[in-house]
């Protein structure tokens, strides 16, 4: 495939899948997948602490309590979506075995910091 000959077509307005079948054929289609249970979702777009809720709460709350059966000085929380004072000790232990400065917040940095360890753990990323 010629490289210039798909950016050619992309900016005539083709889209990905009618520039492979331009080069290939019409068979071509694009296969997705099922969203996999388990992913981290991403950043909510705010910073999380006392008084938040909702489903990022309640993914952050499963998360910790999956990384604090590895690390076991990070104290597990009841999952109910409320950013609750035992969530954010939770979070300070977190920030504290990562050597993260100690807020108790999660910020962007934290957050992923979060997505990063839990991946880590539960080893979502290889291949089976």
Sequence with gaps: MSQWGSKYL???GYSAIQILRNYYSQD???NTAE???GIPASWPGYD???GASGAKVRQLQE???TIAEVYSSIPAVNVDGVYSEATK???QAFQEVFGLPV???VDYPIWYKVQEIYVAVTRIAELQ
Excluded: K
């Design 35 to 37: 969203e996999i249970s």
């Design 10 to 12: 992309g900016d005539q």
């Design 28 to 30: 071509m289609y694009i």
């Design 89 to 91: 000790e939770a979070v």
């Design 63 to 65: 998360q910790l309590n």
């Design 103 to 105: 807020s108790g917040i």
């Design 48 to 50: 999380l602490d006392i």
